[in-house]
């Protein structure tokens, strides 16, 4: 079975930074597109990012624009979020996602998700 | 930005009862429609994709149907299990991807 481990999440403080990653194991991960997907505390779903599988396309979520980076290790299989100049609207629940293979946009598998909290 | 919109906010089913859940696109998402599951405390679990092709291991009893901006989940007899938060998700522009805010499906 698919498994995807996130990891980085914690506490910070407005205007730090978090790098979180996502282990993927169980599927050939090179050959998949990847998107991260957050959930605030007693909200719904709102997509962060994606990135191809190969890494040559990437984009963003025009709230997480010029401040979030995603990136992705191919060799390592992990996946991975850069995250700077935190807001405490940024506080959620991250997860990792994986795309089904067609779309780029449908998530047949996700993590367990890594919480972030951003507060002073 | 399509905005998806799901109808209504909770809803109220008895066990072995059809439970109907609405989501409405702001402009036309084809059939790239996407449903999914998520109970308190788990991921999201994809059910639906391409409005109406149920994913790998999802029960008969869960089916989609809708395109445009139209969209139905219908569970046909309610389980247990199935009691939990539902999203809808279009795909055909993005990005960004979005989702709808969803729908609590609770026992009546």
């Known amino acids: 079975e698919v498994q995807l481990l996130e990891s980085g999440g914690g506490l910070v403080q407005p205007g730090g930074s978090l790098r979180l990653s996502c282990a993927a194991s169980?599927?050939?991960?090179?050959?998949?597109?990847v998107s991260w997907v957050r959930q605030a505390p007693g909200k719904g779903l709102e997509w962060v990012s994606f990135i191809s599988a190969s890494g040559g396309s990437i984009l963003y979520a025009d709230s997480v624009k010029g401040r979030f980076t995603i990136s992705r290790d191919n060799s390592r299989n992990t996946l991975y979020l850069q995250m700077n100049s935190l807001r405490v609207d940024d506080t959620a629940v991250y997860y990792c996602a994986k795309d089904e293979g067609t779309s780029g946009a449908v998530f047949d598998y996700w993590g367990q998700g890594t919480l972030v909290t951003v507060s002073s | 930005e399509i905005v998806m919109t799901q109808s209504p906010a909770t809803l109220s089913v008895s066990p072995g009862e059809r439970a109907t859940l609405s989501c409405r696109a702001s402009q036309s998402v084809s059939s790239k429609l996407a449903w999914y599951q998520q109970k308190p405390g788990q991921a999201p679990r994809l059910l639906i994709y391409g409005a109406s092709t149920r994913a790998t291991g999802i029960p008969a009893r869960f089916s989609g149907s809708g395109s445009g901006t139209e969209f139905t989940l219908t569970i046909s007899s309610l389980q247990s299990e199935d009691f939990a938060v539902y999203y809808c998700q279009q795909y055909n522009d993005w990005p960004p991807i979005t989702f709808g805010q969803g729908t609590r499906l609770e026992i009546k």
């Open positions: 169980r599927f050939a991960f090179s050959t998949y597109a």
